[in-house]
């Protein structure tokens, strides 16, 4: 039994999966309570989806190395962001319709591509993640991303969160809101790249709603919400990967279901805010 | 980055809450116009009024209320004209003049507490970073204190009574050391005994110097509020005190029928 419980510790491919499931799931969990004060879930999820063509398009110019599926991918995420920004600003269409159509439009074409330049192989290992192939490379990439997302929304904490709050009254206290907001946009692209491997682009969205998700129906304090999530996002993730290798499931879809588990428990037995341990209702 | 917010006059960290002997500083507005694409949504506005008044600001629907409240804020583009305050143009933001939102405009749910909010009001001095200071949270404690919300301070803003919601905003207010609150329909949605706890409050307010300007609905409890009445209907009808202009056909003028270009652009 202690034996099948430490034998996922003793590969180096194990050790460094396990370790890349703490390091992205702290940092999505972090940045995630972004997304979910924000109330932007669905267009992150959208961009999401906007990383496979991206990738694809990168292999086919340049091959598969370090950075070029990162750069592929954030390339395609702007394109298709600023371009729904256009196209509703340039006509009567709105702004989610225009990412809707230019999204699927765009991953459409990355799946067709991904098997015409034949590495079909690997497309689910896009779609649904690979954590257990993950190089030491690939863990130095998650390091700095992480670094410098945790670095950029932590510095940026007070300005950010008056924006959260209330955009408007934090224009008139001198936050520069437009800016921030696109700066938001921006870490959060990277963030969900850095998720990419180790639960591919179909389920990064998971990881970037989840944890502080959960932890919003538990706190009603800001710095909790944030740094909760982080904790849960990142033990949940190693936890998730060790079960995998223990129960011999797919790691990817375990980190997004052990999160999503954790919910369904946070959203019935919440002592403030759940269906069924509600004390008192919601007053006024 | 953070200068944009730290640059502002630190001067007057010594009144450690405003402004008791302040009473000359003046709010000038200057032949004000503000556009909305097209349309114009203020046109020719002049008014002076100073710290120490409660100032209503009445009109119609779309007569411009909030836009000429957002204006002073510096969250809109002049078209036309100048704001002054204490005799320089008011810019694009200031500590010294708090924008109050809407009720609508605020995300309840928003996991925060009644201190988190009036914490919010100390960031222009401490800047992005900085550590608060015991300054800060004196402040932050006295805010909480005048507005009545001591013991609320650990609650989730959704867990609050209208009234106390409203003085949250105004708590924050206080401890940014605003010396003029510009208010979006505050009584709307109140009880009438919140109505009149809010009254007072907004009197205690201006009573120690500061400037309020509150756009108001109820033309029955005018009097009882407001020293100064602006009758707003995208130009200034009238502006003054409420006992000399605040008169059957003041209010005529501003709620009459539109004419038929108001109605177009309406």
Known sequence: MIEWLLEPFQHPFNQRAILAALMIGLTNGYASAFVVLKKSALKVGSLSHALLPGIAVAILLVGLHDWSAFLGSLFAALLIGLGSLAVSRGSR???DSALAILYTAAFSGGIILLRRIGVAQEMEEWLFGNIMGLRDSD?????????GALGILTALHRPLLMTLFDAEVAATLGVPVRALNYLLLAVLIVVLISSLQAVGCMLALGLLVTPAATVYLLTDSTNAMFWGGSLLGGLASAFAVLAGWWLNIEQGPAIVLVLGAVFVIAFLFSPKYGLLGRSRGRSC | MAPALKNENMSHQSHPTCAHHHHHHELRVENLGVRYRELDALQDVSFATSCGACVALIGPNGAGKSTLLKAVAGLLPIAAGRILWRGTKVAKWSR?????????????????TVRGVVRMGRYPQAGWWRPFST????????AIELMGLTDLGDRQISRLSGGQQQRVFLARALAQQAHVLLLDEPFSGLDRPSKSALAATLRKITGEGRLVIASHHDMDTVRGIYDEVLLLRRKAIAFGPVAEVFNEAALDATFGALSATEKEVA
Request: negative net charge; without cysteine.
């Open chain 1, 139 to 147: 863990l130095w990439t998650n390091f700095w991303i992480s670094f």
């Open chain 2, 135 to 142: 300054a800060d949270e004196t402040a932050i404690d006295r």
């Open chain 2, 96 to 112: 010294e003049i708090a924008y109050l939102p809407q009720r609508e405009d605020v995300d309840w749910q928003f996991p925060i």
């Open chain 1, 93 to 95: 269409l709105d702004q």
